[in-house]
Each structure stands twice: as structure tokens, then as C-alpha cells.
């Protein structure tokens, strides 16, 4: 079945530590993106990819990195100048980033801080 | 500026009985609309979207959503919600490359 698979489920952080989120998809799709999402807030754009090699910043970049090496793949890396990391961190992916394309999602991270 | 609005944070219904969550959007061009469902500690599940064409929409689950452009609104239906449609529910407008969310809709069903 074609979807996107993050890892790890939960994941815990330390002060002053990186982590990195996993997000893979086997749709065959350009864009990729990350969302954070925190109580009452909905969806924040993070970071956003249109195509390999290549990715841009969403609303609230600061604290996190990005890459894709990969068409399938695109982690998000928590770094520790993220003061508040605490939140469910959401990976969408679409065929390309016109405005009439459907994201789709994964079934999310929940970071935590130790 | 673009933005979506769900006015109603938390809906209570009882099983059996219909429902309608209110979605609306300010958006300069001709918007582009869809409406998310997510179970807790889940990702987004797609309910239906809106592009163009017939004012209302089917979509997954027995769901239906109905654009109005004179009123700005995008608002979903049910006319009977099961226990399993409690969840939390997102609308959204897209714009030249991102979605724009509403802060999401919960819903409670009552048995």
C-alpha cells in the first residue's frame, strides 16, 4: 500500500539535544512537506520541499533544519535552539505544490522534553 | 490576509442526530477548500475536497460540505453521526503552495 510512514510514534528529548523526525513516502510524490501541530492552534508549516535537493522555509523555521537527499524522504531535525519543542509534528506529502494538489498525511511524531 | 475560521471549538451531539460544523475563509482569489478529520494521536484523514463545479460536495464516511461563496463559508454535514465520528475536524483553504488550517472543530458524540 502507497502512504507515509513516520518514526519514531513518541519521541523524547533532552535539553540542549538534536532529534530527528523520520518521514518516508512511497507515493511517488515531489512535494513533501512538515507541519507542527500544538493544541488549539491547528496545523503551523515548518519547512517545505518542491523537489530533491531542494526546500524552503514555512512559518515558523526557526529551530529546525531540514533535508531531502531523497525523493521518498524528508527529516526534520529538532535542533536545541528550539525552545519549545513540545508538540505533534505532522509529515504531508502531494503529487507537486500547486495550489490544487491534496496533501496527505502521515500519522505524526509527539515530541516530548525530558 | 488568507485565513480560516471554525468558530466552534468543541460540538456535542448525540448519536443519530445530524450534524453541521461551520468553516469559514477569507481569501482574495478563488479558494480552494478541503475539510481533515484526525482521531487522537493520529494523522489527517482526507473527508473531501472542493475545487470547482457543483456547490456540494460528497466525500468519505457519509460527509457532504457545501461552498458558499456570497457567505465565505465551506460548511460540513452529516444527517446521522455514529460513535466513531468523534474526532477532531480541520478545514482548510490552500493557497499558492500551503494550506491554510482552522484551529479545528471537536467533536463529541453522545450515545
Known amino acids: 500500500d502507497g502512504g507515509i510512514t513516520q518514526s519514531p510514534k513518541y519521541l523524547f528529548r533532552k535539553e540542549g539535544q538534536n532529534v530527528t523526525l523520520s518521514c518516508e513516502q512511497n507515493?511517488?510524490?515531489?512535494?513533501m512537506y512538515w507541519y507542527r501541530q500544538d493544541p488549539g492552534q491547528g496545523l503551523r508549516l515548518i519547512y517545505y520541499s518542491q523537489i530533491v535537493n531542494d526546500f524552503q522555509k514555512g512559518d515558523i523555521a526557526e529551530g529546525y533544519s531540514v533535508s531531502r537527499e531523497k525523493k521518498e524522504s524528508f527529516p526534520l531535525t529538532v535542533t536545541s535552539a528550539q525552545k519549545n519543542p513540545t508538540a505533534f509534528y505532522l509529515c504531508?506529502?502531494?503529487?507537486?505544490?500547486?495550489?490544487?494538489?491534496?496533501?496527505?498525511f502521515g500519522p505524526g511524531t509527539r515530541l516530548l522534553v525530558l | 490576509a488568507q485565513s480560516v475560521t471554525q468558530p466552534d471549538i468543541h460540538i456535542t451531539v448525540s448519536e443519530g442526530a445530524s450534524l453541521e460544523l461551520r468553516c469559514n475563509y477569507s481569501?482574495?482569489?478563488?479558494?480552494?477548500l478541503f475539510w481533515y478529520v484526525q482521531s487522537p494521536g493520529q494523522g489527517l484523514q482526507l473527508l473531501l475536497k472542493?475545487?470547482?463545479?457543483?456547490?456540494l460536495v460528497q466525500g468519505i464516511k457519509g460527509f457532504e460540505a457545501e461552498f458558499k461563496r456570497s457567505q465565505s463559508s465551506f460548511n460540513l454535514r452529516k444527517p446521522s453521526v455514529h460513535w466513531s465520528d468523534a474526532a477532531e475536524y480541520f478545514c482548510a483553504v490552500t493557497g499558492t503552495y500551503k494550506y491554510i488550517f482552522g484551529t479545528g472543530t471537536r467533536l463529541k458524540v453522545l450515545a
Open positions: 504531508a506529502s502531494s503529487t507537486t505544490t500547486g495550489y490544487q494538489e491534496t496533501q496527505y
Open positions: 472542493y475545487f470547482s463545479g457543483d456547490t
Open positions: 507515493l511517488n510524490h515531489d512535494a
Open positions: 481569501y482574495g482569489a478563488t479558494p480552494y
